[in-house]
């Protein structure tokens, strides 16, 4: 390896094994600061390693400040943005709509909706809601779609519970 010095007498290679350890702060807010901070100065010491020895150490240091500077710069505000993002997703709330959703789409079914799918009514007996089950399952598993024949069964498994209480 070669051993590159900065106008300031610190070794470059000293000064990329002394960066901050990542992995050694607590939170992951700090981590990641310390990790984007330490990618950052490894790749400014890489930079005037290279452009040192071709010469021009001014323009090296210059250009590769630059380029630290401006990644850092983007970095935080992309943050920024995603951070203010999140704040009006919950102040507009966009984002409890979307949990809601969720869990309206994975509540069961109710009974007045499994009488509805399998078309029939309160009086009907269970012997007339099987008969009804299999012929729409049946229908569904030869012509027509899984989606329809999984609502046919969900709907004879909510009736299911609900004439079993009964009985």
Not at 118 to 138: C, H, M, P, R, V
Not at 140 to 160: D, I, M, P, T
Request: proline share 1%; aromatic share 6%; charged share 25%.
């Amino acid at each position: 390896m070669v051993q590159t010095t900065r106008d300031d007498g610190e070794d470059l290679s000293r000064a990329q094994s002394t960066r901050v350890d990542p992995y050694t702060t607590s939170s992951g807010e700090e981590k990641d600061k310390n990790l984007a901070a330490s990618s950052l100065h490894l790749i400014r010491c890489r930079l005037l390693a290279f452009w040192s020895a071709s010469g021009s150490v001014d323009a090296a240091r210059i250009l590769a400040n630059l380029l630290v500077m401006g990644s850092g710069i983007l970095g935080r505000a992309v943050l920024q943005a995603y951070r203010k993002a999140l704040e009006n997703a919950n102040k507009t709330g966009v984002a409890n709509e979307a949990i809601q959703n969720i869990r309206r789409a994975s509540k069961a079914m109710t009974e007045q909706e499994a009488r509805q799918i399998l078309g029939i009514n309160e009086q009907s007996t269970w012997e007339e809601i099987l008969k009804k089950y299999d012929a729409l399952f049946e229908r569904n598993a030869k012509h027509g779609s899984f989606y329809l024949q999984s609502k046919v069964h969900r709907a004879k498994e909510c009736l299911e519970a609900v004439y079993q209480g009964k009985g």
